[in-house]
Structure formats: structure tokens, C-alpha cells
């Protein structure tokens, strides 16, 4: 097991001495995927940078392929190691690591000592190239992220920059050639279709529970951009430049249904419904964008009579996009509304003035860490809202449509449905001169009326009667009440705390 091991340890090496030669005051580190393509490069005095891959004439021993401190132990198999002990020694100098240890990158050397066991492999061994100073002794190097610690008037600046490629073929060409283009990557496409219950109430009434639930049922096609320039000095810890460009398209398509037996108000707040974590870039200990793709949804309602409620809200999001700092972010994408319909039943004879507002808002955000003590958030979202306003007085079971039409029963009154868009961006935390504390602003909004339709007794559409504005109705600080014909309720503060237990365990 051993000999194995060993050898994909060193397969592993070969991958990295063939992608550099060694690092002496200059390094640039790759990472590519399927998606993104990205590349550090770390610049300094000669003695303060340096690595410890073959290409630097070490050979790792052991060492631990998660943790970003660690102790790594190693053999000088060249005598091109002794760049390491340049200048002012090894200790605070910015070493490019292997692969294999803490996903590869830069750490800093925190201390550096003779092991005690100078054994090695018979495999290590017979590569080890005698000539130099310290050829096949064995060391144990700490390692960590804390640039911070370093003491820079021994090491002087170390700067780097950081850019995103369309394809792993870009990332071969120089940082500074590609330093005044937009480097947004696609990531990949991103399809849900899926029913999200938003909450559910309900109350003990006389020989039945009554309730109120909501829910929507969404088809969304998203497509997500991603693209980065950073540059800074990683001794000491600061960014200096930082532009982030990340982008949304989509297409939504959510039906809202909302079933009531029960009345009064009903408020969820702003829950997360899905939630995806996308392809993104990581340098570790110097910067790492991690970008997420999250459905919300939220209902505030006020019904005072028993229906069921189907409502469309589709739309079509084009060219959102998000830089820093956000409030330069374009404004010039759009959000067009699609087709709607509604289905909406009356469950009694009733006298209605019921309210429902319902939104389900995707959101791109992206997570930035920087030198492992800064920690700031960037996002970009779109909250579409559907309004229903109904002022009826219907007869048992009837039904209405979107097109004016009255499937039974009798309906006297009007039904009023409006679709809002607001497109945001904004940020939140400390990020250097970058982004301090919470900002949002709105990129685009408008707001349409879907549906607008008013109904004579006889249940046939009054065209020359115009759909009023209904009053909302004042929300009731009481929760949810039967129906009038409930007779066993007998305190307010029994249905204040069903309804709160209810709603905490639908959210």
C-alpha cells in the first residue's frame, strides 16, 4: 500500500513541477474546472517568495490535504531548495504548496525545524540529487494563512492578483494581458420545477378545524454569470482593486394557491424555499467567491371569507447584472410579464373584501472570503409579487376565470389582480473600501395590472363597469377566527396561540 501511495504522491507532484518552473520572487497558481478557469499570481522580492513542490527541489513526505495550518514534513532532493533560506530564512516567506497538501495555493512559512527522523523512503531516496548544503535532509515546515503575522520589513511587500478565464485555454495566457476584459464565465444552467408550501394555519372551531394554506407551484430556467479581477498585497493583507461581475437571466413561471376555510391574516415573512450552491472560485487564505442561487417565497394575506385562490405570476427576467461597487451596477435589464390566468372558487354565500400578496424572488448571491478574517456578501435578485383584491358577494360554489367568464353561480362585485417586479442589488458585511455595512438599491421596477374584471349578479361580465381599487381591509391583530357559524371558541387567546404554534411549525 505504501509504494502505491507513494507514487501517486509523486504522480501528483509531476502534475505541478510541469505547470511552473520554480518560484523565486514570482509564481502564478491555476485552477480549473468544467466551469471556471482562474489564476493567482503572487509577486515579491526574491527571498520572499519561493515554493515547495519539486520545482523548488522538495520532495513532500507527509502532509494534510484539508487543514490550512498544519505542519508539512519534506526532503530537500535538490540543492534549488536552498532558495528557500534566502533573505531573511524560510520563516514568513510565501511558499506555493503542492496539490496535495490543503488543496494547493500559497501559505506562510510559521516555522521551519531539522526532524528528528531523518528516514525517508528507498523511492524518495534514490531521487535525491547530493551537491547542495542540505540535499536529503529532512525538515518540518508549519504552514498556515495568517499573512497577517508576517513581519514585513524583513519580507518587504508581496502582491497578487487574481483573475477568471471563459476556458481552461485562457487561463495560459498572462494576467495583464487579460487584465480590460470582462472575464465573465457561464456557469450552468440551473432548472427547478417544484411545489414550495409557503405556511399553513389553522384552528380548532366546532366539530371541524378551520385553516389557511398557500403554496407555490414554480417552473424556473435561471442562467448565472460569474466573473472576478481582484488585486492587493497578501503582505500585508489588503485588496486594492476588487471587481466582481455576476449576472442573472430567467425565466419564471409560479402559480400561487391559496385554500381558506378559516379567516383573518396570515404573514410568513421571507422563507427560503430552494437553494443551490454554484461553481465557483477558490483561492484559500487570500480570496474564495462562493455564489448561491436561492428561491424566497412570502405571502401576506387578509381573507375574510372561505375560497381558493390560483393565480399565475410568470415573467421574464433579461440582463441583470451585478458589479462592485453595487450601486454601479447597469440598469439597463428588464422584466417583462408573461401570460397570467386565475382560478378562483367561493367556497359560501359570501361578502368578500379579501387581500392576498404573494412574492417568490430568486436571488444570486455570492459569498467572499478574504484572508480568512474578512467575510462579505453581494447579491442580485428579482422580487415579482402577485396582489389579489377581491370585493364580491357570490353565491355557494361559484367560480370565476381569466377570461370574464362565470362557471357557476352568481358573482356580484369585482376581482382585481396586479403583478410588481423590483430588481436589487446590493451587499452586506466589510470588505477593506469595498463594502461596509448593508446597502440595497433598486436596479429596475414596474408593476401591471394583470386582470381587472368586474361581474353583474346574473354572473355574465359588466364591460361598462369599471374594477375599483377595493379598500384592503384593516389587518385584525387577533390571528385567525372560524367562520360565523363556529360557536366553540371561547377566549381570543386560545386562537392567538394555535395560530402561533401553527405558523413556527409550517416555517
Known amino acids: 500500500m505504501l509504494p502505491f501511495l507513494l507514487a501517486s504522491v509523486l504522480g501528483s507532484l509531476a502534475q505541478v513541477i510541469a505547470a511552473h518552473t520554480a518560484c523565486k520572487g514570482d509564481c502564478t497558481y491555476h485552477i480549473s474546472n468544467s466551469t471556471v478557469s482562474a489564476s493567482l499570481t503572487v509577486s515579491g522580492a526574491s527571498h520572499a517568495v519561493s515554493d515547495i513542490t519539486p520545482a523548488g527541489g522538495w520532495t513532500i513526505l507527509s502532509c494534510d490535504a484539508d487543514s490550512l495550518a498544519q505542519e508539512i514534513r519534506l526532503v530537500c532532493s535538490t540543492a534549488a531548495c536552498e532558495h528557500l533560506f534566502e533573505g531573511q530564512g524560510a520563516i514568513d516567506t510565501v511558499v506555493l504548496l503542492p496539490d496535495t497538501c490543503a488543496a494547493g495555493g500559497f501559505a506562510r512559512v510559521a516555522d521551519v525545524r531539522i526532524d528528528i527522523d531523518q528516514k525517508v523512503p528507498k523511492g524518495v ?17 508549519s504552514v498556515d494563512r495568517d499573512f497577517a503575522a508576517t513581519d514585513v520589513s524583513k519580507t518587504g511587500p508581496v502582491s497578487f492578483n487574481i483573475a477568471t478565464y471563459n476556458s481552461p485555454s485562457d ?3 498572462s494576467v495583464v494581458e487579460r487584465d480590460n476584459t470582462t472575464l465573465a464565465v457561464n456557469l450552468p444552467p440551473i432548472d427547478i420545477h417544484d411545489t414550495f408550501p409557503l405556511a399553513t394555519a389553522s384552528i380548532n372551531c366546532q366539530n371541524f378545524t378551520a385553516s389557511i394554506s398557500a403554496g407555490f407551484t414554480a417552473d424556473i430556467h435561471a442562467n448565472a454569470s460569474l466573473g472576478l479581477i481582484v488585486a492587493g498585497t497578501v503582505i500585508p493583507p489588503e485588496i486594492t482593486q476588487l471587481e466582481i461581475f455576476a449576472g442573472l437571466d430567467a425565466s419564471v413561471s409560479g402559480t400561487l394557491d391559496v385554500l381558506a376555510t378559516a379567516t383573518g391574516p396570515l404573514s410568513t415573512g421571507k422563507i427560503s424555499l430552494y437553494s443551490v450552491a454554484l461553481t465557483g472560485v477558490n483561492f484559500p487564505g487570500i480570496l474564495s467567491l462562493g455564489p448561491t442561487f436561492t428561491i424566497y417565497g412570502e405571502i401576506d394575506a387578509n381573507i375574510d371569507a372561505d375560497l381558493a385562490v390560483s393565480v ?8 441583470a447584472r451585478l458589479t ?3 450601486e454601479d451596477s447597469p440598469k439597463d435589464g428588464s422584466v417583462t410579464p408573461a401570460n397570467s390566468a386565475l382560478t378562483l372558487s367561493v367556497l359560501p354565500n359570501i361578502n368578500s373584501n379579501a387581500t392576498v400578496n404573494a412574492s417568490i424572488i430568486p436571488e444570486l448571491s455570492v459569498g467572499i472570503n478574504a484572508f480568512t478574517f474578512i467575510t462579505a456578501e453581494v447579491y442580485l435578485n428579482v422580487i415579482g409579487t402577485a396582489s389579489v383584491e377581491l370585493d364580491l358577494n357570490a353565491s355557494a360554489n361559484a367560480k370565476v376565470s381569466t377570461d370574464g367568464s362565470v362557471a357557476s353561480g352568481s358573482v356580484d362585485g369585482c376581482v382585481d389582480i396586479g403583478a410588481a417586479f423590483s430588481t436589487n442589488v446590493g451587499a452586506d458585511g466589510s470588505l477593506f473600501n469595498f463594502i461596509s455595512g448593508s446597502v440595497n438599491y433598486p436596479l ?12 353583474a349578479a346574473a354572473g355574465s361580465t359588466n364591460a361598462s363597469r369599471r374594477a375599483e381599487m377595493p379598500v384592503p381591509v384593516e389587518r385584525r391583530a387577533t390571528g385567525l377566527t372560524c367562520p360565523s357559524s363556529a360557536s366553540n371558541i371561547t377566549s381570543i387567546e386560545q386562537i392567538i396561540d394555535q395560530v402561533i404554534t401553527d405558523i413556527k411549525a409550517a416555517v
Do not use: H
Not at 531516496?125 to 536529503?136: A, F, K, Q, R
Not at 399565475?312 to 440582463?319: G, I, K, P, S, V
Open 312 to 319: 399565475d405570476l410568470a415573467y421574464n427576467l433579461q440582463n
Open 171 to 173: 487561463s495560459k495566457r
Open 444 to 455: 429596475f421596477s414596474d408593476s401591471w395590472d394583470l386582470y381587472k374584471k368586474c361581474f
Open 125 to 141: 531516496n534514490s531521487m535525491i540529487e547530493l551537491g547542495g548544503n542540505v540535499t536529503s535532509t529532512v525538515f518540518v515546515l
Open 324 to 326: 462592485i461597487p453595487v
